[in-house]
């Protein structure tokens, strides 16, 4: 099947690659707070950042932040289609809207007319919330789904608008993952894909992981969120941890031990501050925190670098490839370990 590929903002989907995206968890008139949040998540390999529209204030605020930030922004609109129309004026890159709450037919063509005169992109973002009167329409609620999508599709297509971004988010694991299959053999359009409301840090990214990880593999998914009710930092790490174990994108790796009685260290403090180096790096690097020499020189001996306690109190061992460099006290040893990944 012919697959749409275009561009939002400065970066381009469909062509075989994958963007990460977030959400902002503060109001949009917030300016301020959303210019840097949105900056410091691109630091962290963030693609697209989504801004949900709720007045004019939200709306008048889009145009101050895009002026700050080097990443596409969308706006995400429910039930007022003329806030979608002014998101598009206001500079957004990209528009979600719901069909199940975009009110009239004659309402969606006018949003279309302007995306298609702006050469702005529009997602359709279908939920359990959009079904309405297609609800038990058809033999199963998949195929509700995408009853509701065809209709919402007819109109684009009789508008000739192609610049489409389809999402069929479910909170439920095993039907996310059959909407997902079910779109991508039906469709040309590029896919966000996502569980809706995963949860907390720890069952969200579970969750997520079962249901994202098989479509994954197989290729589908242009774009991607895990939706966290945590800090957006836990989303770009999810995503990325997430994609490389499909396959999808290279990007560091880091290996921890759990610890046990012969761990002297604190191997949490040590990995959590190795986390921060990695999340700001872009390399195909395999990093190993382990608790003692046992595991450090012997179950990680094929990493980069690794750094392990050395059975003695403040005295840490760093390795490469099985061998040791060295052994250092543990700020002399951080600041080796960044030293090595900003060079490898």
């Given at each position: 099947?012919?697959?749409?590929?275009?561009?939002?903002?400065?970066?381009?989907?469909?062509?075989?690659g994958?963007?990460?995206?977030s959400?902002?968890d503060?109001?949009?008139?917030?300016?301020?707070e959303n210019?840097?949040?949105t900056?410091?998540?691109?630091?962290?390999?963030?693609?697209?950042?989504?801004?949900?529209?709720?007045?004019?204030?939200?709306?008048?605020?889009l145009?101050e932040?895009?002026?700050?930030?080097?990443?596409p922004?969308?706006?995400?609109?429910?039930?007022?289609?003329?806030?979608?129309?002014?998101?598009?004026?206001?500079?957004?890159?990209k528009?979600?809207?719901?069909?199940?709450?975009?009110?009239?037919?004659?309402?969606?063509?006018?949003?279309?007319?302007?995306?298609?005169?702006m050469?702005?992109?529009?997602r359709i973002?279908?939920?359990?919330g959009?079904?309405n009167?297609?609800?038990?329409?058809?033999?199963?609620?998949i195929?509700?789904?995408?009853?509701?999508?065809?209709?919402t599709?007819?109109?684009f297509?009789?508008?000739?608008?192609?610049?489409?971004?389809?999402?069929?988010?479910?909170?439920?694991?095993?039907?996310?993952?059959?909407l997902y299959?079910r779109?991508?053999?039906?469709?040309?359009?590029?896919?966000?894909?996502?569980?809706?409301?995963?949860?907390?840090?720890?069952?969200?990214?579970?969750?997520?992981t079962?249901?994202?990880?098989p479509?994954?593999?197989?290729?589908i998914?242009?774009?991607?969120?895990?939706?966290?009710?945590?800090?957006?930092?836990?989303?770009?790490?999810?995503?990325?941890?997430?994609?490389?174990?499909?396959?999808?994108?290279?990007?560091?790796?880091l290996?921890?031990?759990?610890?046990?009685?012969?761990?002297?260290?604190?191997?949490?403090?040590?990995?959590?501050?190795?986390?921060?180096?990695?999340?700001?790096?872009?390399?195909?690097?395999?990093?190993a925190?382990?608790?003692?020499p046992?595991?450090?020189?012997?179950?990680?001996?094929?990493?980069?670098?690794?750094?392990?306690?050395?059975?003695?109190?403040?005295?840490?061992?760093?390795?490469?490839?099985?061998?040791?460099?060295?052994?250092?006290?543990?700020e002399?040893?951080?600041?080796?370990?960044?030293?090595?990944?900003?060079?490898?």
């Open positions: 099947m012919r697959k749409i590929i275009f561009n939002i903002g400065n970066k381009t989907i469909g062509d075989g994958i963007l990460i995206q959400m902002s503060r109001k949009t008139s917030l300016i301020e210019i840097s949040l900056n410091s998540l691109e630091e962290l390999s963030l693609d697209m950042m989504r801004f949900s529209i709720l007045d004019e204030d939200d709306l008048n605020a145009i932040i895009k002026k700050k930030v080097n990443i922004i969308i706006a995400d609109i429910h039930y007022n289609y003329l806030y979608a129309i002014k998101a598009m004026k206001n500079h957004a890159d528009v979600r809207i719901n069909p199940g709450n975009i009110g009239s037919e004659s309402n969606l063509r006018e949003v279309i007319k302007t995306a298609k005169e050469n702005i992109p529009l973002g279908v939920n359990s959009s079904l009167k297609y609800k038990g329409k058809t033999s199963s609620k195929d509700d789904y995408l009853l509701a999508l065809d209709e599709l007819e109109i297509k009789q508008e000739n608008f192609e610049k489409i971004v389809l999402s069929l988010k479910s909170s439920d694991v095993d039907m996310t993952t059959q299959r779109a991508y053999e039906k469709y040309p359009y590029p896919l966000h894909i996502g569980l809706t409301e995963a949860g907390r840090a720890l069952e969200g990214a579970i969750k997520s079962v249901a994202l990880f479509l994954l593999k197989d290729g998914g242009d774009t991607i969120r895990v939706s966290l009710a945590e800090k957006r930092e836990y989303e770009i790490r999810a995503c990325k941890t997430l994609l490389k174990c499909a396959g999808r994108i290279k990007v560091p790796s290996t921890v031990c759990p610890t046990c009685g012969r761990t002297l260290v604190d191997v949490k403090e040590l990995s959590d501050r190795i986390q921060l180096i990695l999340d700001r790096t872009n390399k195909d690097i395999h990093v925190c382990m608790g003692c046992v595991n450090g020189l012997g179950e990680a001996k094929d990493c980069d670098i690794g750094i392990t306690g050395s059975g003695l109190k403040d005295l840490y061992i760093l390795f490469s490839r099985g061998k040791e460099i060295g052994r250092y006290k543990k002399e040893a951080l600041k080796k370990i960044e030293e090595y990944i900003k060079e490898f």
